[in-house]
């Protein structure tokens, strides 16, 4: 990003890539020279980290699904409330009521509606994700990496990953203006939007994006600072709540003890 950006203003990230760091800071020439296809703008400033890697959605579900295999697991059944007291807590769905001992909220944009008592500080965002057919003359090597998180002035910050089976995934992670209402979240990826992420492309990483494969919506629930909200229920110790993820919460899920059922400590 710009060297006046948030994520170097003040050097915070500067500081970490010393020579005995895992990290290196790029100049926009040596981005070019490492990573031919992109075209950073002169000024701009990259830390790269080459042991950096990449989860796969699907095989992290299927991880904690598997891990979670003596549990009596219900899909497409959305919670409506809950309750507690001091013999346990409720859950009350869609199809039915359930009495449990302890309670963990995890519900990602729909957490307002579940804790309004709270008054979280959450904000809720529409994003768009895109899937390219890789093109050009360096499709071949894009399957190599690197991944790359992209700041860019007054815009929000791009992102895009190596090609898989599913294509050449990109998007914007924070765009201002796009906060919804999950009642009322336009499902609709519009032309227009697709346009102006193929605009990106053709700016800073020009050929690379083919015919678009797929796209679809996802919601944040965004806190002011963007660090997470996990927590126990003021009223209630027996539920725990995690809030906020702010778009990059699910990468700590495989190491997090809460997947696990055991609230941390403290």
Same mark, same amino acid.
């Given at each position: 990003?710009?060297?006046?950006?948030? &994520? @170097?203003?003040? $050097?915070?990230? #500067?500081?970490?890539? +010393?020579?005995?760091?895992?990290?290196? %800071?790029?100049?926009?020439?040596?981005?070019?020279?490492?990573?031919?296809?992109? $075209?950073?703008?002169?000024?701009?400033?990259?830390?790269?980290?080459?042991?950096?890697?990449?989860?796969?959605?699907?095989?992290?579900?299927?991880?904690?699904?598997?891990?979670?295999?003596?549990?009596?697991?219900?899909?497409?059944?959305?919670?409506?409330?809950?309750?507690?007291?001091?013999?346990?807590?409720?859950? $009350?769905?869609?199809?039915?009521?359930?009495?449990?001992?302890?309670?963990? %909220?995890?519900?990602? /944009?729909?957490?307002?509606?579940?804790?309004?008592?709270?008054?979280? !500080?959450?904000?809720?965002?529409?994003?768009?994700?895109?899937? @390219?057919?890789?093109?050009?003359?360096?499709?071949?090597?894009?399957?190599? +990496?690197?991944?790359?998180?992209?700041?860019?002035?007054?815009?929000?910050?791009?992102?895009?990953?190596?090609?898989?089976?599913?294509?050449?995934?990109?998007?914007?992670? @924070?765009?201002?203006?796009? $906060?919804?209402?999950?009642? #009322?979240?336009?499902?609709?990826?519009?032309?227009?939007?697709?346009?102006?992420?193929?605009?990106?492309?053709?700016?800073? /990483? !020009?050929?690379?994006?083919?015919?678009?494969?797929?796209?679809? %919506?996802?919601?944040?629930?965004?806190?002011?600072?963007?660090?997470? %909200?996990?927590?126990?229920?003021?009223?209630?110790? +027996?539920?725990?709540?995690? &809030?906020?993820?702010?778009?990059?919460?699910?990468? @700590?899920?495989?190491?997090? #003890?809460?997947?696990?059922? #055991?609230?941390?400590?403290?």
């Amino acid at each position: 990003g710009p060297d006046d950006g948030r &994520a @170097f203003a003040g $050097r915070p990230l #500067r500081g970490i890539g +010393g020579p005995d760091s895992d990290y290196v %800071i790029l100049s926009e020439e040596e981005v070019v020279e490492r990573v031919p296809w992109l $075209r950073p703008d002169p000024g701009t400033v990259t830390l790269y980290e080459p042991g950096a890697a990449i989860l796969s959605l699907e095989a992290c579900i299927e991880a904690m699904l598997e891990e979670a295999a003596n549990a009596d697991l219900r899909f497409g059944e959305p919670a409506v409330e809950w309750s507690a007291s001091a013999l346990g807590v409720r859950v $009350r769905t869609e199809r039915g009521e359930y009495p449990a001992r302890r309670l963990a %909220i995890v519900a990602g /944009a729909w957490t307002p509606q579940l804790l309004p008592e709270l008054s979280l !500080p959450l904000e809720v965002e529409r994003t768009v994700q895109y899937w @390219f057919e890789p093109s050009g003359p360096h499709a071949d090597r894009l399957a190599a +990496g690197p991944a790359w998180v992209w700041e860019l002035e007054r815009r929000g910050t791009w992102y895009g990953f190596p090609p898989t089976a599913r294509g050449l995934k990109a998007g914007m992670h @924070f765009q201002a203006g796009r $906060r919804t209402d999950v009642k #009322r979240v336009d499902r609709e990826v519009g032309t227009a939007e697709t346009e102006d992420l193929r605009r990106l492309f053709a700016r800073y /990483a !020009p050929g690379v994006a083919g015919p678009l494969a797929h796209a679809s %919506i996802c919601l944040y629930s965004n806190t002011p600072d963007e660090d997470f %909200i996990l927590d126990r229920h003021p009223d209630h110790p +027996g539920v725990m709540l995690f &809030a906020g993820g702010s778009g990059h919460a699910f990468k @700590f899920a495989p190491r997090s #003890r809460v997947a696990h059922g #055991r609230p941390p400590h403290g």
